[in-house]
């Protein structure tokens, strides 16, 4: 889709970047979150604005769009993003897969054990976002740049209507919403469940008529979405995956300002990739207090228990590798990645206990 925009489009891009630098480093950045008020995007965009139109002393304003004024789903954003409509959008890794397939490597089950470590292998400079960054500009023409990946929601976990899931065993044959994506469809497979694709707006009365009976979500999101009251009481939290906000970026625009201005717009990325690292953790803690109190059961699986469900998942990393564009280039960086911020941890652990 992207390599069909017209050259004539591009040049006006260009025409358009080159006229703001001429314009005293006034800049507008659009900015557009599919979410709501009570999303971490939202919280993540707030930090940016306030950090960006701050530091650059106004010579930088962001609009912020939230909901679907702009675009309504992924691959209509990011065309946007690089039609320059849209200076900014936020994509979960199944909004992007239709252009960047390889981002689903984030969807991949078990790669990072916590908080601690995927906040370290996501931080911008390191292998895996190296290598991120580099395969955005190259999918796209160069015309879209992912700026940082942050956290939407939390982590993955396993919740269903039927029982208690301990072990990879319980999932047998239970029904588990999947998005029409085949990465998850394999995950829920190889654990022995049956992988069903249905849109979101019809998953509470999917729950309540047992088209699905269960599903992969944040707690945040099971909450918001009110489906314990459609009878998802059991949430096993096996962390599966880490949530990821991706965040891209017109090249062209941020290409056209000035170094200085560049570096703003960068340092307020880092800005709001922390503000979204924190954000689900305190709103998780109430939503877990509000499951338990309607309930619902929430189940911590023991070390040896979720080694159990990892080994269950490993052949989705061989198929991601043989069927995904990229899939063995990112999920390898991955790796290194996750491993640099394991060792590093232990060495900062080790010095706090010394």
């Known amino acids: ?22 314009s005293a480093q006034d800049f507008t950045i659009r900015a557009t979150a599919n979410s709501n008020e009570n999303d971490e995007d939202y919280d993540g965009l707030v930090v940016f604005k306030n950090f960006v139109e701050q530091a650059s002393n106004g010579a930088i ?36 897969s239709g252009i960047f397939p390889f981002v689903q490597v984030l ?24 290598t991120m960054k580099n395969m955005t500009l190259e999918a ?3 015309m879209i740049r992912m700026m940082t990946v942050g956290n939407t929601g939390g982590w993955r976990n396993f919740a269903n209507t039927k029982r208690r899931v301990a072990s990879p065993s319980d999932m047998e044959g239970l029904k588990i919403r ?24 019809e998953l509470f009365t999917s729950f309540q008529t047992g088209v699905v009976e269960g599903s992969k979500n944040g707690i945040t999101d099971i909450m918001g979405m009110k489906f314990p009251d459609a009878g998802l009481q059991y949430v096993t939290l096996d962390g599966h995956a880490y949530m990821g906000a991706l965040w891209f970026m017109n090249n062209e625009k941020f290409k056209a300002m000035p170094p200085e201005l560049q570096r703003v717009v960068v340092d307020g ?86």
Do not use: H
């Open 107 to 130: 969807d991949l089950p078990y790669l990072m054990a916590d908080d601690r470590v995927a906040e370290a292998a996501l931080q911008n400079g390191t292998e895996f976002m190296n």
């Open 178 to 201: 999947t998005v029409v994506a085949d990465l998850p469809q394999e995950l829920v497979k190889a654990l022995g469940a049956a992988p069903t694709p249905i849109p979101w707006p």
């Open 269 to 354: 990325f880092y800005q709001l990739q922390q503000a979204t690292f924190a954000s689900p953790k305190r709103k998780s803690i109430q939503a877990y207090q509000d499951f338990t109190a309607g309930g619902g059961d929430l189940y911590v699986p023991t070390p040896e228990e979720k080694q159990a469900f990892k080994d269950a998942a490993s052949p989705v990393y061989d198929w991601f590798k043989a069927n995904v564009d990229g899939g063995e280039t990112i999920f390898d960086a991955l790796n290194a990645s996750v491993a640099d911020a394991e060792a590093d941890i232990e060495a900062a652990r080790a010095a706090d206990l010394n």
């Open 140 to 142: 796209s023409g160069g």
């Open 1 to 22: 889709m992207l390599k069909g925009l017209t050259t004539a489009a591009l040049a006006a891009t260009m025409l358009a970047g080159s006229a703001l630098v001429a």
């Open 61 to 96: 304003g962001v609009e912020m769009f939230i909901g679907t004024q702009l675009c309504s789903n992924g691959a209509e954003c990011l065309q946007g993003v690089a039609d320059g409509n849209i200076d900014v959008y936020i994509s979960t890794s199944g909004g992007a």
